[in-house]
């Protein structure tokens, strides 16, 4: 049986219990199923088949190594929004070619080497960063690769802290300018004008700002032709929703389909850069209850377990809801619980208000659809060491992160008493 399944006596990902696994490396631990991370890249990659397009991984959704190791396989490519992301996809085995490198920050040092590495676009956020990359190039007597990511002020009508598409947020060159820079930039001696590219919004769930995002970039990339620009690709972005609590999602055929409708008429290549869609639902936290007590009477309780918002900040952030699932559920009356964490805060929670049977102390709890921006928005806080991660397949499970140690938390600090002072006056 591919991916996860929980039933009255057992909860398994691919065949292996997770129970067993719990005990075997501990929790907090993240478990992917290698088989579903395969599958869900190969249906978007099906889907969007009948016109020339990559798969361009978001890699902030989840760059562990080892998962990249499974995409690359596949045959993805990546999405980077930084220096780190860029380096670890090259560690997984990406070519230069296979990245397009995002981020409405990029510092200098990150873009001369994105120049340097000659990356199959550098997705600029500004005339000042087009400025900067042509002077960067030019400096090297190379042409850059550019894409323009236009702001197309779109709503996407999801969650307020992850939409990127208005006029309002800072992401992007106002579609009312885009035309100007874009010119501006096929002129420069340092550039490559190679692509336009949005990214309006992340978890959506409805097609219509998908349909108006993607339209408006193939109009707008329509109007650079008739300035005599000739571009390679549209990349459309992410943000292809799942579904968190169960209720049937956006069809991933649908939305191929609306894509290409936009896409096919003008000939070029489709880039897409999915994070969520890909990974989202391939893992489960696992994550140990180590206290229940009753709240001001009731059946109403609060179930501490071992993993927070430093192994899972999406509740805490956005209010995001997970559903929770025991590895071995118990029978008996069912309790309203409070899934909350150990750290000193109280937006530190999991899952509120969850009618489930109260576990008790040991009980283990998988907390679903983990997979996307869970390990990687993990971190220290408290001095948690971030949890360890877990591949299944092949008939078992392979470590592709252990979990930190003491010395791991401490690797950057120098031993107590240590750190030579750097003499202030001197270096003025
Ligand atoms: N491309 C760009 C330029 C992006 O900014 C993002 C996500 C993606 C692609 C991938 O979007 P996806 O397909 O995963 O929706 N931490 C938040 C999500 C932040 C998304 C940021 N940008 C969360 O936990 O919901």
């Known amino acids: 049986m591919a991916g996860f399944s929980f039933t009255a006596t057992a909860a398994t990902c691919d065949g292996t219990d997770l129970a067993t696994l719990a005990r075997a490396e501990g929790t907090p631990l993240y478990v992917y199923s290698r088989t579903l991370i395969e599958r869900r890249y190969r249906a978007l990659d099906t889907a969007l088949a009948g016109h020339p397009h990559r798969i361009h991984y978001a890699l902030k959704a989840n760059s562990t190594r080892g998962l990249l190791e499974v995409l690359h396989a596949a045959g993805a490519g990546v999405d980077a929004n930084s220096g780190g992301e860029i380096a670890v996809a090259r560690c997984a085995g990406f070519e230069p070619h296979d990245i397009v490198f995002t981020g409405v920050g990029k510092s200098r040092a990150e873009l001369e080497a994105a120049v340097a590495a000659d990356l199959h676009a550098i997705n600029a956020e500004s005339a000042g960063e087009l400025d900067r990359i042509d002077r960067i190039a030019r400096a090297r007597?190379?042409?850059?690769?550019?894409?323009?990511?236009?702001?197309?002020?779109?709503?996407?009508?999801?969650?307020?802290?992850?939409?990127?598409?208005?006029?309002?947020?800072?992401?992007?060159?106002?579609?009312?300018?885009?035309?100007?820079?874009?010119?501006?930039?096929?002129?420069?001696?340092?550039?490559?004008?190679?692509?336009?590219?949005?990214?309006?919004?992340?978890?959506?769930?409805?097609?219509?700002?998908?349909?108006?995002?993607?339209?408006?970039?193939?109009?707008?990339?329509g109007e650079l032709r008739d300035d005599g620009i000739a571009l390679e690709h549209l990349d459309l972005g992410g943000g292809l929703g799942i579904s968190y609590d169960g209720a049937p999602a956006l069809d991933v055929g649908e939305y191929a389909r609306t894509l290409l409708a936009a896409a096919a008429?003008?000939?070029?290549?489709?880039?897409?850069?999915?994070?969520?869609?890909?990974?989202?639902?391939?893992?489960?936290?696992?994550?140990?209850?180590?206290?229940?007590?009753?709240?001001?009477?009731?059946?109403?309780?609060?179930?501490?377990?071992?993993?927070?918002?430093?192994?899972?900040?999406?509740?805490?952030?956005?209010?995001?809801?997970?559903?929770?699932?025991?590895?071995?559920?118990?029978?008996?009356?069912?309790?309203?619980?409070?899934?909350?964490?150990?750290?000193?805060?109280?937006?530190?929670?999991?899952?509120?208000?969850?009618?489930?049977?109260?576990?008790?102390?040991?009980?283990?709890?998988?907390?679903?659809?983990?997979?996307?921006?869970?390990?990687?928005?993990?971190?220290?806080?408290?001095?948690?060491?971030?949890?360890?991660?877990?591949?299944?397949?092949?008939?078992?499970?392979?470590?592709?992160?252990?979990?930190?140690?003491?010395?791991?938390?401490?690797?950057?600090?120098?031993?107590?008493?240590?750190?030579?002072?750097?003499?202030?006056?001197?270096?003025?």
């Open 141 to 221: 007597g190379e042409r850059a690769r550019v894409a323009v990511r236009i702001n197309p002020d779109i709503d996407a009508a999801s969650h307020p802290g992850i939409s990127t598409g208005g006029r309002a947020h800072k992401f992007g060159v106002p579609i009312d300018d885009a035309r100007r820079v874009c010119r501006e930039a096929a002129a420069r001696r340092g550039l490559r004008l190679v692509g336009v590219h949005a990214h309006v919004g992340s978890q959506m769930t409805t097609l219509d700002p998908v349909r108006r995002a993607a339209s408006t970039v193939a109009a707008f990339a």
């Open 265 to 428: 008429p003008t000939g070029l290549r489709l880039l897409v850069e999915p994070g969520r869609w890909i990974v989202g639902p391939t893992a489960v936290l696992l994550t140990t209850v180590v206290d229940v007590k009753p709240q001001g009477g009731g059946d109403r309780h609060f179930v501490v377990v071992d993993a927070g918002m430093s192994e899972l900040l999406r509740p805490a952030l956005y209010d995001a809801y997970h559903r929770i699932a025991p590895v071995a559920p118990r029978s008996g009356p069912q309790a309203t619980c409070d899934v909350v964490g150990p750290l000193c805060e109280t937006t530190d929670v999991v899952g509120l208000e969850r009618r489930m049977v109260l576990p008790e102390v040991g009980d283990v709890l998988a907390v679903l659809d983990a997979g996307a921006y869970g390990s990687a928005m993990a971190s220290n806080y408290n001095r948690h060491p971030l949890p360890a991660e877990a591949l299944v397949g092949g008939g078992g499970w392979r470590l592709v992160r252990r979990r930190q140690t003491v010395d791991d938390l401490l690797a950057c600090e120098p031993a107590a008493g240590g750190g030579d002072v750097v003499p202030a006056a001197r270096l003025a």
